[in-house]
């Protein structure tokens, strides 16, 4: 029995009406699989860290430091919010500091635009406090890093490409570098090392855009560390993703605050 045999007893067993729902159903297949504008509603979305860490050479590991905190964030598409802190520090008769941070009010921000907005509540009923124009500054809490505008900023002749590197189960493409600086010790010189995951699932999220073009097609700068020889110090920052889902109360925050933001652009 041929193609056309078993088209016939198929055409003869259906009804009309069956062929007509077979006959919607595949082309709805094909235009969602097909179709361009389908694939353009996808959405990358999560909750996600910017660290700082040092190295303790006593415990052989990195430490967050007690006057540190980690800058949490979530994100939606080009859509970010994420928090401002304040430090309160209270130093008591033996000496001893203590540091708290607290949150003192959460900022929505559209990349594309630029355009910030304050909420001092992380809810869809908080009312927006501020709008105004965010600029990468370190004022905002690493703010710089949403826009890949760290920089880094030693000299090309120092930058040279290391081995590449495996870490928590990801292969990174690795460069040093170092810089001069002088002071009334001397000179000193302070090294650089970038750490670029061209595998990122989240390649909006890096510290230096212009050399990751320069030097690395594009793939994103999600680690890098800074290393004092003077002192023996070392400093590493990096994303941390700690989930690419957000909750049901999350999804209706970035809902509100999105329309509140395209109703009341900001007056530049």
């Known amino acids: ?25 595949i082309i709805d297949s094909v235009f969602i699989s097909c179709s361009p504008k389908r694939e353009a509603l ?19 590991k990195f430490v967050t430091p007690p ?14 919010i994420y928090e401002n802190y304040v430090l309160d520090t209270d130093t008591g008769p ?3 500091t203590k540091y708290a941070f607290s949150v003192m009010y959460y900022t929505f921000l559209d990349l594309r635009t630029k355009h910030g907005y304050d909420y001092m509540n ?4 908080a009312k927006c406090s501020k709008a105004r124009v965010i600029l990468p500054d370190l004022r905002y809490g690493k703010i710089w890093a949403f826009y890949g505008e760290m920089p880094i900023k030693a000299p090309d002749s120092t930058i040279k ?9 990801r ?35 890096q510290y230096d855009k212009l050399f990751s073009a320069k030097y690395a097609n594009g793939c994103p700068i999600q680690r890098y560390d800074t290393y004092w020889p003077k002192n023996n110090m070392l400093m590493s920052g990096e994303f941390e993703f700690h989930r ?3 909750t049901a109360k999350e999804m209706k925050v970035f809902d509100t605050w999105e329309r509140y933001g395209r109703e009341h652009p900001v007056k530049e």
């Open 94 to 96: 033996d000496g001893k």
């Open 122 to 125: 992380f809810s869809d009923t």
């Open 161 to 169: 490409q290391m081995p590449d590197t495996i870490m928590n189960n």
């Open 67 to 80: 006057n540190i905190t980690d800058c949490y964030f979530w994100y939606r598409d080009s859509l970010v």
């Open 171 to 205: 292969t990174y493409r690795r460069y040093s570098m170092y810089n001069t600086f002088n002071n009334n010790d001397g000179s000193e010189y302070v090294y650089e090392f970038i750490y670029i995951n061209c595998n990122a699932a989240n390649k909006m999220f």
């Open 244 to 246: 690419n889902t957000l």
């Open 1 to 25: 029995m041929d193609f056309l045999d078993i088209m016939e007893i198929n055409r003869q067993a259906m009804s009309r009406l069956s062929l007509f729902i077979l006959f919607f159903l």
């Open 42 to 60: 996808s959405t990358r979305y999560g909750y996600a860290a910017s660290n700082t860490r040092f190295w303790d050479s006593s415990a052989k």
